[in-house]
């Protein structure tokens, strides 16, 4: 157990809606990172948040966002929902910035039908 | 900007045989370098990482990788592969200055055949 923890688990839902991820980093981790992994594209990083402030961006698209609050945990907003967002989405943490070890959750796997 | 390559989509070793998973790198500067393994439906878990002094990191469960600069590779290792190692492998380099996120290799997926 990595100590990020993601939910949910699995997500199930139709084209054109919008669903919230949820990431609660270990403890004492200020940095969160969001990656998205599918089939054909590999893991590619979406997002960075340092202590609650943006960090940085990859290749995330503009129907997507992200938050991080007061109490560290993340969340990655995906909107107008579209086939190929379907992917496994993973949280990962680490203590400081730089990235040098991250720690990721298990994972959400959605499914946009 | 940095780039992974892991050659291999897929490779197999028999059981007790030593296991080599390869991957190649391109980063600006001196990289810092990951090893990641994937079992089914986990998320990604840590086993090494390379970012300054001896060129042979020892990680977990008796995996070991090997920084070559000149070949710009870090291929991962073990001397005797076990069933229980089967997974997906990711590599992932980033530069060791500056606030670049991680990028990571396409992922090799390890069989070992009993």
Known sequence: ?113 | AQSVAQPEDQVNVAEGNPLTVKCTYSVSGNPYLFWYVQYPNRGLQFLLKYITGDNLVKGSYGFEAEFNKSQTSFHLKKPSALVSDSALYFCAVRPSSGNTPLVFGKGTRLSVIA
Do not use: M
């Open chain 1, 1 to 113: 157990d990595s100590g990020v923890t993601q939910t949910p688990k699995h997500l199930i839902t139709a084209t054109g809606q919008r669903v919230t991820l949820r990431c609660s980093p270990r403890s004492g981790d200020l940095s969160v990172y969001w990656y998205q992994q599918s089939l054909d594209q590999g893991l590619q990083f979406l997002i960075q948040y340092y202590n609650g402030e943006e960090r940085a961006k990859g290749n995330i698209l503009e129907r997507f966002s992200a938050q991080q609050f007061p109490d560290l945990h993340s969340e990655l907003n995906l909107s107008s929902l579209e086939l190929g967002d379907s992917a496994l989405y993973f949280c990962a943490s680490s203590v400081r910035a730089d990235n040098t070890e991250a720690f990721f959750g298990q994972g959400t796997r959605l499914t946009v039908v």
